[in-house]
Structure formats: structure tokens, C-alpha cells
């Protein structure tokens, strides 16, 4: 569906530098917005995964969710009406959903699975305006060399897994530990600005 208004500029639902810096990276003008209270102190944002709920299903939920309530907070706030866009990354291995560790233990254990092994990081966006929510959809294969314990406690020492899915930034130290990539960087940054882009231009924007 096309959405025929022209905007030039949108709501960030996000608290994520990377998002930022993606949109920038593009010429993409925004104005951030952020619940007061924490994503995990608000119910329409819980991000606990529904039982037997597929990774794919889930990201594109998030996403969708943050993006409704996040044209709920311009509607409350009295913004001005312009799209948002909202973002959530997961990390899935073997079948099974890897979020943001929850402590320094819980980032070397995920980056011990990783050691070796290939997972898929699964980025949906959303962009919302009015009763129009438009979602897609970026699934990329990563693939870490072997790691030594010695390099895990460094990089974990370093605080960058800590408010990542999966417990690392490829942008970042952890650049180092892959060795294969499918798909997109951007998207396992955060924001796959290929598929970010289409749905911009269903808006409006001029890229």
C-alpha cells in the first residue's frame, strides 16, 4: 500500500544511537520520542515472547507494537502528525530467542554459544501513521570464528554487549569475531536501511 502524502521528516520510537545514526547516514531528518518510563515498566511494550511464538513473528509484533504506541505518545503529546518509525532486533540461535543480557554472566554465556556457530539476527521496522502501519522484514546469517575465554571477559569487560541483542555490536570491538555475513550490516546494526528506505518512499519521502 502507498501512502501518497509527502513527508520529509518522522518520529524516532527508539532509544538506540545506532537507529540514529542510520537515519543521519541517509539524509533522513527525525525527531526522537521515548516513553518516560522504562520499555519494561510499560505493558504495551512487554517484549516477553508469546508461548511457541516463531522469532519472526515475534521481531515483526515488537516492532508493530512500538510503532502503534509510539503514534499513540504524538496523539497524547499533541506532536506534530508526521510518521513513526519504530525498530526491534532479535538474535535467534538453534531455534531459540537471544535478547540484551540481562548481566555480564548472561553476555559471556551468549557469546560462548556464538563461538563457532552461525545465528540469524532478525530486524523488523514499522513505520506508523494514523491507522496505517507498515512492517518489513530483514533476516541476516552471522557467523562468529572460535573465540577464547580470555577475549570473551575482555570484550565483555568492555560494557558493549550490555544493551545489545545478542551481547555484541557488530558495529563495534565484536567486528572482529565475524567471520561470515548474509544479508544485511545495517540490519544486524539495528536498522536495515535498504528495507527502512522502500518503506520510506511509500510514505512520501524523497531519498
Known amino acids: ?25 541517509i539524509g533522513v531528518a527525525f525527531d526522537t520520542i521515548v516513553p518516560r518510563n522504562s520499555p519494561r515498566d510499560d505493558p ?9 511464538e516463531n522469532p519472526t513473528s515475534y521481531v515483526e509484533r515488537i516492532a508493530r507494537s512500538k510503532a502503534e504506541h509510539g503514534c499513540r505518545v504524538v496523539r497524547w503529546r499533541k506532536l506534530f502528525p508526521q510518521p513513526v518509525l519504530a525498530a526491534d532486533t532479535t538474535v535467534e540461535l538453534a531455534g531459540e530467542l ?24 532478525l530486524t523488523a521496522v514499522a513505520i506508523g501513521f494514523e491507522d496505517c502501519i507498515e512492517l518489513a522484514l530483514s533476516i541476516s546469517e552471522v ?5 577464547d575465554d580470555d577475549e570473551i571477559r575482555r570484550y565483555v569487560a568492555s560494557g558493549e554487549p550490555m544493551d545489545k541483542a545478542g551481547a555484541y555490536g557488530i558495529q563495534g570491538r565484536a567486528g572482529m569475531f565475524i567471520e561470515y555475513l548474509a544479508g544485511s550490516y545495517s540490519g544486524v546494526m539495528g536498522l536495515p536501511l ?6 520510506l518512499k511509500h510514505f512520501g519521502f524523497r531519498l
Open 143 to 147: 557467523r562468529f570464528r572460535l573465540l
Open 98 to 121: 537471544i535478547g540484551k543480557p540481562c548481566d555480564a554472566e548472561d553476555a559471556r554465556r551468549i557469546l560462548k554459544r556464538f563461538s563457532g556457530n552461525t545465528h540469524r539476527v
Open 44 to 52: 504495551a511494550l512487554d517484549e516477553t515472547p508469546l508461548p511457541g
Open 1 to 25: 500500500m502507498s501512502v501518497q502524502m509527502p513527508y520529509s521528516r518522522l518520529h524516532l520510537a527508539s532509544r538506540s544511537p545506532r537507529r540514529r545514526e542510520l537515519l543521519t547516514q
Open 194 to 199: 535498504c528495507e527502512t528506505a522502500q518503506l
